[in-house]
Nanobody
Framework: EVQLVESGGGLVQAGGSLRLSCAAS????????IGWFRQAPGKEREGVSC????????YYADSVKGRFTISSDNAKNTVYLQMNSLKPEDTAVYYC????????????????????WGQGTLVTVSS
């Protein structure tokens, strides 16, 4: 079964840190890019960061550059999102998604057509 499972969400104060995990199974991890997306209440889902499992290239949305770091452990088929200096506006449900190709256009626009999605994990940042 093709599956992505997110974990690591929770409640944190502004300025704090969390590390999200996205564990993949059922497909060849090295052949896919993994992206993190988030959706705040009443807002559209937006791209946060992504990484290519084959060459490690990364992308970050401007809103998280310098605060979030994406990494991949191919031996564990897991992608991590280290989130530092969290702000209340980072509050959202965070989803990971996998696809052979995740373009910058996909990260900046509606994340349509991605092959696999996780169920999401809630991150709440209190002020």
């Amino acid at each position: 079964e093709v599956q992505l499972v997110e974990s690591g969400g929770g409640l944190v104060q502004a300025g704090g840190s969390l590390r999200l995990s996205c564990a993949a199974s059922g497909f060849t991890f090295d052949d896919y890019a993994i992206g993190w997306f988030r959706q705040a209440p009443g807002k559209e889902r937006e791209g946060v960061s992504c990484i290519s499992s084959s060459d490690g290239s990364t992308y970050y949305a401007d809103s998280v550059k310098g605060r979030f770091t994406i990494s991949s452990d191919n031996a564990k088929n897991t992608v991590y999102l280290q989130m530092n200096s969290l702000k209340p506006e980072d509050t959202a449900v965070y989803y990971c998604a996998a696809d052979p190709t995740i373009t910058i256009a996909t990260m900046r626009g509606p994340p349509l057509g991605l092959e696999v999605w996780g169920q999401g994990t809630l991150v709440t940042v209190s002020s």
